[in-house]
């Protein structure tokens, strides 16, 4: 019999002494979440969700239609069951604290209901990212700056894959599992159990047209990958780039890389594009957890005690002794 999310999540939590339950009803009420957002995804223009909504997000970035829902749907799914204290989303300028109207619990999540939305209009692959927290110890009703813990401290950490097919993939700190969306009875059943990353690749994904805006390092290593046979690396590489984050690391758990979306110069108030809390944190503990490696090419990502809740930093994921390599560039230049 296949094993399904859910009954994978509270086996785990079986061998945890005094767990409440808590943890494992969160994670259920996230998969619903997950589920529902697969539906419109995947319904697109049938349901008329696609589209801009006219809107800016916090970050003055233009919101798609389907931004707000999915929000609406995360937000919906998980605030009744009282396991959180409080929310924040990519998509949420201040922090959601959960209504009065239901209990509370001891865990926060911050999540990026649909990453990659640029993709939506054009029937590319986009997800949901979320981060579980605890809420500090005593605190009923958090604050933004409760949010603000380094990525060490995530309780678990996963993200949905609205592809060919929807996936689910997740950790909790004991190696990363990945689990496909069977429509027909709407389980997630485990299908990649104990995912690795190879510590060697070929592969490296980064958007070139920044390339002018790069620092030196980041330039020297993309110049040597594309040099080829003839170049310092002596070997070929191969190139990828689907604008959708989700999508990249999840190629890269399944067949190695190294992603990048390093530091530039493009916008000198952003320190990189990818928030810390939504994006970067989550993706570095499902890296780590799978063998792989996660920095800003000078520091681990994980470490940073974060300054604000939409907080962007340079990211370079993947591989374990590409991205050593990367960040060895960095000390050398
Ligand atoms: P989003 O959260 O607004 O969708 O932005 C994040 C996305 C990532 O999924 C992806 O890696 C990156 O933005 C792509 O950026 P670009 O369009 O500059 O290539
Ligand atoms: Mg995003």
Request: proline share 5%.
């Amino acid at each position: 019999m296949s094993k399904s999310l859910i009954q994978f999540i509270i086996e785990e939590q079986r061998a945890i002494p005094g767990a409440t339950g808590d943890f494992t009803g969160l994670v259920s009420d996230i998969v619903i979440a997950c589920k529902q957002i697969s539906h419109d995804v995947n319904k697109g223009a049938l349901i008329g969700v696609l589209g801009s909504a006219g809107s800016e997000n916090v970050q003055g970035e233009t919101q798609k239609k389907l931004d707000i829902i999915t929000n609406e749907i995360f937000i919906k799914a998980t605030e009744w069951a009282g396991h959180l204290a409080a929310m924040a989303s990519e998509e949420m300028e201040d922090i959601y604290p959960i209504p009065a109207r239901y209990p509370k619990g001891k865990y926060l999540v911050v999540f990026d209901p649909l990453d990659g939305s640029s993709n939506i209009d054009v029937n590319i692959s986009v997800g949901t990212i979320f981060s579980i927290l605890r809420a500090p110890q005593g605190v009923e009703n958090p604050v933004a700056a409760d949010f603000l813990q380094p990525g060490t401290t995530q309780v678990c950490a996963g993200y949905a894959l609205y592809g060919p097919a929807t996936m689910l993939v997740i950790t909790s700190g004991h190696g990363v599992n990945g689990f496909t969306l069977d429509n027909d009875i709407g389980e997630f059943i485990l299908t990649h159990p104990d995912m690795r990353i190879s510590e060697d690749t070929r592969e490296f994904a980064i958007n070139s047209s920044n390339e002018q805006f790069w620092e030196k390092p980041v330039q020297r290593y993309v110049e040597e990958c594309v040099a080829g046979k003839n170049g310092p690396r002596g070997t070929a590489f191969n190139m990828r780039w689907v604008a959708s984050m989700v999508a990249e690391v999840h190629r890269i758990l399944i067949r190695g890389g190294v992603f990048m979306y390093p530091k530039d110069t493009k916008d000198p108030s952003k320190a990189g594009k990818l928030r810390l809390l939504y994006e970067a944190n989550p993706m570095s503990f499902i890296v780590e957890q799978a063998g792989g490696m996660s920095s800003t090419g000078y520091e681990r990502i994980m470490d940073i005690k974060p300054s604000g809740l939409h907080q962007r930093v340079p990211v370079i994921l993947g591989s374990k002794n590409e991205v050593e390599r990367i960040v060895r560039y960095h000390k050398e230049i």
